[in-house]
């Protein structure tokens, strides 16, 4: 996908991650399900959906990476898939009591194994898909038992493609996001040197250009490291994990340049040796990201570049030749991490590798509750409408629902939205084309779906409705927009319910308010700032840690500014003052990079006034408010903030 669609995506706060498409898996997944499907057709044995359902669902829980893992994913998920199908189905079959009382006790459990890890979260989320629709296939216990059969049979036939056909390298999703960070990075700095031949911007463009990469470079990072961390939670001296989280480190420190050379560049035209010195970095850091996505990655490919940039100027020159050593050195010690990886037992586990608690805490037993009221409710409701096909209800209210009610609207809206694109379209095939056709679809369908899970979640939800719907088309009498039509409504009312739930049933504390989250990125960004001007220069750890706090927190409250702009719920004026104050936070936090970089006796000297107003803004009154922040309090910090006049720091 070209830069430009995935940039202007960004700006918007729409992730979208075309790095991580998995074309083997993709196919793993169209052979497993679509050879299913040829069998039941061929049979004609309609509950052979179910074998069907059970190899997609399989290919959807693998986790990548290690074959010992991904072993024992397979193998819980088949296990408990099974017993659940055979179970729900059998419970359906004896009344609504019997099957309610399951249904909620099977979903409760779910629900509260999401505090197991990741990797437990996916197994527990498609064994509650699971259990929504084997209670909508009632059995006698011998039809449960067929049935059961039906699932483990299809499990173990995608297992065993997962696991010996097309193998991948346990590593690609890691180096790919990885390298996507270098990669951007380079995208960032091209684009200062397009910026800097304008003449001018108006307001809004110019704070949508300075933010954008910045957030996503932000969350690239993040997202890369807890990729590694994850991975290798059971190999914590792997050489590989060592590799890949230094090179991660390696473009969390060149991002510190990056900042650097785009505060300069908004700032000031560029002078003609600090164009010439961006452009180095950016051919050099794409050079680095096309070895770092290599399971082989060449040190001495760097070695020509990496000693171009030392030639830029001295180490305690100006910022273009400072960010210029920067880089070079974050570039020297990846390649010394190529040509010597890091020894066993150097690795030390973070937080979030760290085992899970055995007793489940107050907000997954709060989750577990309401996923387990929410899919009931759904199921009911079903009932009640007479609707066909009632899983897709309940699977939008599993899906969508999460412990926090911040992640439950965006999944909610993503995933109508894609089941309304994707019943459309599947509506238009299943009218149009005819049943031998429709069968050759399954097996891209199936691929798409699963190529794209790591890359956008919509378009997932998108491909994986219209392959649901052709695979009902297949097995039942309903046809084209029945189904569709179905689907659409079902997805709908499921993460209605789901968001009632979130907000009706034990609602946890109130998420923050846009207010309150860019205060908290105000006085992140301010501690920062004071760190990079004091007297005494600031260890590299010292100053990452405060850096990334203060992006972490200004990353949450422009997330949350955009999502309000789309609603178009505030007003006008109260949002362009909240996007004022970001824009200024950027500018500080750019020249907060700066003033790091540039230490030096002189600059104690020019930053005295500097320090005294970070100083007087940390203790403004609005800023030691917890609640009831005004807009007039906005405006008032967006006053200090334009006083601050950061242009100042450039003399």
């Not at 509260?112 to 996916?122: E, N």
């Not at 390649?335 to 907000?363: C, H, Y």
């Not at 577990?368 to 897709?392: G, N, Q």
């Not at 362009?576 to 950027?586: A, Y």
């Amino acid at each position: 996908m070209p830069p430009a669609i995935t940039h202007w995506l960004g700006v918007r706060a729409i992730s979208i991650t075309p790095e991580q498409i998995g074309v083997r898996e993709g196919l793993r997944a169209g052979v497993a399900v679509g050879s299913v499907m040829l069998l039941a057709w061929y049979l004609d044995a309609p509950l052979m959906a179910w074998s069907a359902f059970a190899a997609f669902w399989t290919c959807l829980v693998d986790p990548g990476g290690l074959i010992r893992l991904r072993l024992a994913t397979l193998l819980k998920f088949g296990s408990s898939g099974t017993l659940i199908t055979g179970l729900l189905s059998v419970a359906s079959g004896y009344g609504l009591v019997p099957v309610f009382i399951a249904l909620g006790i099977c979903i409760f459990i779910c629900g509260l194994a999401r505090q197991r890890g990741p990797v437990a979260t996916q197994i527990s989320v498609l064994a509650a898909i699971v259990a929504v629709v084997a209670v909508c296939y009632p059995q006698t216990p011998l039809g449960g038992v067929h049935l059961a059969g039906m699932f483990v049979g299809g499990s173990v036939w995608a297992a065993l493609i997962c696991i010996f056909a097309w193998p991948v390298d346990p590593y690609v999703p890691q180096r790919q996001a990885c390298a996507a960070i270098f990669r951007e990075q380079a995208n960032m700095i091209s684009r200062l040197l397009l910026l800097s031949e304008r003449n001018a911007l108006d307001h809004d463009a110019l704070y949508h250009e300075i933010s954008s990469y910045r957030r996503d470079i932000r969350n690239r990072i993040e997202q890369a490291r807890k990729r590694v961390e994850m991975l290798s939670a059971d190999v914590l001296n792997s050489r590989t994990h060592g590799t890949l989280l230094r090179t991660v480190e390696a473009g969390d420190r060149i991002f510190v340049a990056a900042m650097g050379f785009e505060h300069a560049a908004f700032t000031a035209p560029l002078p003609p040796i600090a164009r010439r010195t961006a452009g180095l970095i950016a051919a050099t850091l794409r050079r680095a990201a096309r070895e770092i996505a290599s399971p082989q990655p060449r040190p001495e490919c760097l070695t020509r570049q990496i000693h171009f940039l030392r030639t830029v100027g001295p180490r305690d020159g100006d910022l273009f030749a400072r960010c210029a050593h920067l880089c070079a050195d974050a570039l020297t010690d990846l390649q010394q991490t190529w040509q010597t990886p890091a020894e066993d037992g150097q690795i030390t586990a973070s937080p979030s590798q760290s085992k899970a608690q055995n007793w489940p805490t107050a907000i997954f037993v709060r989750h577990a509750a309401r996923l387990s009221v929410a899919v009931l409710i759904a199921y009911a409701i079903a009932l009640w409408l007479d609707l066909p096909y009632a899983y897709w209800a309940m699977m939008a209210v599993v899906v969508v629902i999460q412990p926090s009610v911040n992640v439950t609207l965006p999944r909610a809206l993503e995933r109508v939205a894609g089941s309304v694109a994707g019943g459309l379209l599947a509506a238009v095939m299943g009218v149009t084309l005819p049943m031998p056709v429709v069968l050759l679809l399954i097996f891209p369908l199936a691929a798409v779906t699963i190529a794209l899970r790591g890359v956008n979640y919509t378009l997932c939800v998108m491909f994986m409705t219209q392959l649901f719907v052709l695979v009902t088309d297949l097995v039942s009498t309903t046809h084209g927009w029945d189904v569709a039509l179905s689907r659409a409504a079902n997805n709908t009312i499921g993460s209605l319910v789901g968001l009632a739930a979130c907000v009706l049933l034990w609602p946890e504390a109130k998420a923050p308010s846009l207010a309150q989250q860019i205060m908290a990125a105000v006085s992140a960004n301010l501690r920062y700032a004071m760190l990079a001007a004091r007297e005494d220069k600031a260890s590299w750890n010292e100053i990452e840690h405060a850096r990334r706090e203060a992006g972490t927190f200004s990353t949450k409250a422009e997330v949350l500014y955009q999502q309000t702009r789309l609603e178009g719920l505030r007003r006008s004026d109260y949002l362009k003052t909240c996007g004022d104050i970001l824009f200024m936070l950027r500018r500080l936090a750019g020249a907060a990079n700066v003033w790091w970089l540039e230490y030096n006796d002189a600059s104690l000297l020019l930053r005295a006034e500097e320090r005294t107003a970070l100083s007087s803004l940390a203790q403004a009154g609005p800023l030691t408010k917890k609640t009831g922040l005004s807009e007039a309090d906005l405006k008032e910090i967006l006053s200090l903030l334009t006083a601050l006049s950061v242009e100042k720091t450039e003399r």
